[in-house]
């Protein structure tokens, strides 16, 4: 741990002058009132009172005094050894795919000693040696204060191609900011080239450099792998290493999914290793990429194309019986040919056609009508390539002219050296014309043709040549058929008539022809492709950069990665072609560390923790602490106050409301409320009942308990002054019980207040209450009802009420007409459908949970007041109707 | 009868109803001594007080009575705490009746000093009522009163 201004903790040194000052300042004088302070006035006291702190407060306060000091001094967690230099810092990151495994380390590694760089007050410049994607040359940035750098750091993305050393080194040599600089170096541990050693030194000419030593992560590089006959080789290059390494090469379709794996063991100071991956022919042509199992870069992709691809060639020949015979066999060189690149499939017809194939040679076989024709003609039309060789049968064969399969019409006979259309000597071969896809391959003096069939000249004849010798008598001819392909070499696929199936050029030729058995552009023409995906530093496939241009077809293999050219998919959808990293890039060599460098590790450097604000906030608990205990001491804490203080916050916690509850509803006075079998407005009427007996408990004489739920018929009604009943749309009618103890209830001097919570305002509410209450009706004994008016006693029971609303209002409420005084002229029923018990009903946390509608605190308190009246009417009867206190109400009318 | 308002002697049982109501009556034109009122002569006077105050305006106000002449006696009522001065530390006492404040930094040690100037006051006082022929008493209030009405009412009885 260091301290940032250490001077600050010369402070500490005043420690033991607080002590001193705290104990010898005296207390705050206690006031006592004295009459005889005549006597006192003038006195000249000799000594002080000291304070009388008790050693435990005392050091209190002086821990906080000296948490305050420490926390000023600026202490610093973790750090390391300040940079060298005075002047900007130079930070040079690589940021090349070599540097993508690791890069997050890489950024915390280049952070912490950026840290180090702020706390000495110093600015930064950033470098990174891998130009972006956008084209600009590579270039420093301005000098900035390291807060602001931080921000471009953390912006930095690793790129898909190495770094540029020469650019780096010229533009650090052209550094202007260079004085008394000093130069942070984060590599990726390779040359990336053979510039690497005049980088280094346009970086030691800077000023002192600290390398982060790169901690054993070196990066490994997928070559593009060979495909042979039966697998696919996989190649892994890397920095040769002490030990010797494993590694997995997992081979994913274009979905993601990996079809296959391999391992591979690099042995301790190898440089490459390969691994086989055995897959079928039809897996093996779903796949699009091979992936390092690993830190994502793009070192670690290797995509495929067509050229990996396995086209399954089927062979059918004229002779079956001779076709295999050494050196005679009109199927031998072609199989020799095909062999190493294709997949060779040999059967009849009908089981060459029913499994997947591109391509299909026939070797001198006619094909005359019938069903093998018809077939073959389905299968090319829709999209196989057909490559047919002359031969003796298919010169015999053209005089019936009946085989339509071939491209151009022939000629009877053939020609033949020596014959009727002969030459004097053996042809040669022409150049290939531009339009074929043999274009570009070298003809060599050796080939000769001794004999061919020839073609019926016509007009086309020339467009459908491949080849030709140097008479310009077609050698290759094609036609198209549908979406495939008709090609007819014009002599034997053996060496009878030619000496072109004993030279290398007739594999390539056949090479060729199986790439473009599925449409695959011709990879020797000068059409430039323009890239379509690219990968980024991480290997995933994105937007090609601003800056990739286009790439010839003929020059991806020659071509190494660079920000113009980055790795990726080129060309249009039907022909892809993929430029991988791994192509034309050197083998990785490893970097040399920077002669006379620091080096400090990625892994070790944790990062720096500022204690001080943590030290600062205990301070400040401390001296809370220290407050209240002073108060304490001083007895201002007194026990009444704060035992006042943590019973108001208890009681803001808890719920408002506590209604008492007892067992026996005959020693209490409480409210009923009848079931309707509605769970939500049974809660209703509980809630709204629990809210109306706290409101009258809090504002009358009368002390109701909690409501409770009744039964009609099953509970005893007697003990119920007033019962509240809530009306249903689909309340069954009454059972004889029931209704015979309402009205038992009801004559004796109960009231229920029904309540058909749709009225007024809050039509639609419940919709089907009133033709309820109807049915109800028929079995109670009601009365001849009136409306609810301003003269009737329940309108000045307790309060003045001119409105009796509820959660809604605007209907009227019904109450008995004639006054009976035998029931003490009480109203057995009060009928209304202003929904009171919602506009009464109090929620767990102490609001009202029903909005009334429509609205406003006044009409909730006529509710709350109506319900005052009521209860005041259940439990005093007509009490206010007396005429005692007429004048006390006109008085209170008439203010 | 009270000094303060100039009601008659009275000699009735309510008389001693009346006295009590005087006394919780509370003048805020009280100068921390009875004042000089119009007695008749060879009268008694009884003067109760702290006696606080500057012994020239007691000197004064004793002769102004034994001018008339008057017989008297002047009981001096104190407190325990003024006798003692119990208190320790840091204090400030405040005057009642607009004496000011005395921050005393540590009561302990000018207990000793203030004993001393109590103690003046009252031999002075005692010196001023022998002058005058008036008795002297001092009674602290944690005492019984009896044995201080039994000294006044013997001295009383005595001339």
Known sequence: ?895 | MMIHNDARPVTSRGGLDRLVAELDRADDEDKGLPPMVRLPRHGTVVLFSDFLSPLEEIQTLIGQFSAVPVRGYLMQILDPAETALPYTGRIRFRGMEHDGDALIPRVESVRDAYTERLKAQQSDLASICATAGFGFGIHRTDHPPEMALLTLYTALAAR
């Open chain 1, 1 to 895: 741990m260091i301290f940032v201004s250490p001077w600050v903790l010369a402070g500490l040194l005043a420690l033991p002058l607080l002590w001193w000052l705290i104990r010898v300042t005296p207390p705050a004088p206690t006031s006592e009132i004295f009459p005889a302070v005549r006597f006192l006035l003038g006195l000249n006291a000799t000594e002080e009172t000291p304070a009388r702190t008790p050693w435990w407060l005392l050091l209190l306060r002086l821990i906080a005094a000296g948490l305050v000091i420490v926390a000023l001094a600026r202490p610093v967690l973790d750090a390391g050894n300040a940079l060298v230099g005075k002047g900007p810092v130079l930070l040079v990151m690589d940021n090349g795919w070599a540097s993508a495994g690791d890069w997050v380390r890489r950024k915390e590694a280049a952070g912490t000693l950026l840290d180090r760089a702020e706390r000495a007050g110093r600015k930064a410049a950033l470098l990174a040696t891998a130009s972006d994607g956008g084209g600009a040359p590579l270039a420093i940035s301005v000098t900035m204060p390291i807060a602001d750098l931080r921000a471009r750091l953390a912006a930095l993305q690793p790129q898909a191609w190495p770094p540029d050393r020469a650019a780096a080194a010229s533009v650090l040599r052209s550094w202007k900011d260079a004085t008394d600089a000093s130069v942070i170096y984060v590599p990726d541990g390779l040359t990336d080239g053979p510039d690497f050693d005049r980088f280094a030194t346009a970086m030691r000419d800077i000023g002192p450099v600290t390398e982060v030593c790169c901690d054993a992560a070196s990066s490994p590089l997928l070559l593009p792998p060979t495909s042979e006959a039966d697998r696919l080789v996989v190649h892994l290059a890397q920095v040769p290493r002490a030990e010797a390494t494993q590694a997995a090469v997992l081979a994913q379709s274009g979905d993601g999914r990996t079809l296959a794996r391999t391992d591979i063991t690099v042995p301790a100071g190898a440089s490459t290793a390969s691994a086989p991956i055995a897959l079928p022919p039809e897996v093996r042509n779903r796949l699009t990429r091979l992936v390092l199992d690993g830190p994502p870069s793009a070192g670690s992709v290797v995509l495929l194309d067509e050229r990996w691809r396995r086209r399954p060639v089927g062979m059918l020949s004229g002779d079956l019986t001779t076709a295999d015979t050494p050196f005679t066999g009109s199927v031998y060189f072609l199989k020799r040919a095909l062999e190493p690149f294709t997949e060779l499939r040999a059967g009849d017809t009908a089981t060459l056609l029913k499994r997947d194939i591109s391509v299909l040679v026939l070797a001198d076989r006619p094909l005359p009508d019938g069903a093998e024709r018809d077939a073959l003609e389905a299968w090319v039309r829709k999209g196989g390539l057909l490559i047919r060789f002359a031969g003796p049968r298919t010169a015999e064969a053209t005089t019936n002219d009946t085989d339509t399969l071939l491209p151009v019409r022939l000629l009877a006979g053939d020609r033949q050296l020596g014959g009727a259309l002969s030459w004097s000597q053996p042809a040669g071969l022409a150049p290939f014309p531009p339009q074929s896809p043999f274009a570009g391959l070298p003809v060599t003096d050796e080939i000769k043709v001794n004999r061919q069939v020839l073609a019926e000249p016509s007009a086309e004849l020339a467009g459908r040549t491949w080849a030709a010798l140097q008479d310009g008598t077609p050698l290759v001819t094609e036609a198209p058929e549908g979406a495939g392909r008709v090609v007819l070499f014009h002599v034997t696929a053996n060496a009878d008539w030619s000496n072109l199936p004993l030279s290398g050029l007739f594999v390539e030729m056949l090479r060729r022809l199986v790439q473009l058995s599925v449409g695959v552009a011709n990879t020797q023409s000068t059409a430039v492709l323009a890239p379509a995906e690219t990968l980024d530093g991480f290997g995933l496939l994105t937007q090609p950069p601003p800056a990739a241009i286009g790439l010839q077809a003929d020059k991806f293999g020659a071509t190494p990665v660079s920000p113009r050219h980055p790795p990726g998919l080129y060309g249009p959808e039907s022909g892809r072609q993929v430029l991988n990293l791994g192509t034309s890039m050197a083998a990785p060599e490893p970097a040399p560390a920077i002669a006379g460098a620091t080096l400090e590790t990625i892994r070790g450097s944790a990062r720096e923790r500022a204690l001080g604000p943590p030290l600062l906030a205990l301070a400040v608990v401390l001296l809370c602490v220290d407050m209240l205990v002073s108060l304490a001491l001083r007895g201002l804490l007194k026990a009444r106050v704060s035992a006042t203080a943590a019973v108001l916050m208890l009681l803001m916690v808890s719920a408002a409301h506590a209604l008492d509850t007892s067992p026996n509803p005959a020693t209490d006075t409480r409210l009923g409320y009848i079931l309707s079998g509605d769970t939500q407005v049974d809660g209703i009427a509980k809630a709204g009942l629990e809210g109306l007996s706290d409101y009258v408990n809090h504002r009358t004489a009368a002390t109701l308990f909690e409501p409770d739920p009744v039964r009609p018929g099953e509970t005893d009604l007697s003990f119920y002054p007033l019962l509240y009943w809530p009306i249903i749309a689909d309340a069954p009618a009454l059972t004889g019980a029931q209704a015979a103890a309402l009205n038992d209830y009801m004559s004796r001097g109960g009231i229920v207040l029904i309540d058909t919570r749709e009225s007024g305002s809050g039509a639609g509410f419940a919709p089907g209450t009133e033709e309820a209450l109807r049915q109800i009706a028929h079995s109670l004994i009601v009365p001849p009802l009136a409306p609810l008016t301003g003269e009737h006693v329940l309108s000045r029971a307790f309060y003045l009420l001119s409105d009796f609303p509820g959660r809604f209002t605007g209907d009227t409420v019904w109450v008995q007409r004639d006054q009976d005084r035998t029931n003490d002229s009480v109203s057995p029923v009060i009928i209304g459908g202003n929904d009171w018990a919602a506009a009464w009903a109090i929620g767990p946390d102490g609001n009202n949970p029903y909005a009334v509608i429509p609205g406003g605190q006044h009409q909730r308190t006529l509710a709350y007041r109506f319900g005052v009246n009521l209860v005041m009417y259940a439990l005093t009867g007509n009490y206010k109707g007396d005429q005692v206190h007429v004048p006390a109400i006109l008085q209170r009318l008439g203010q």
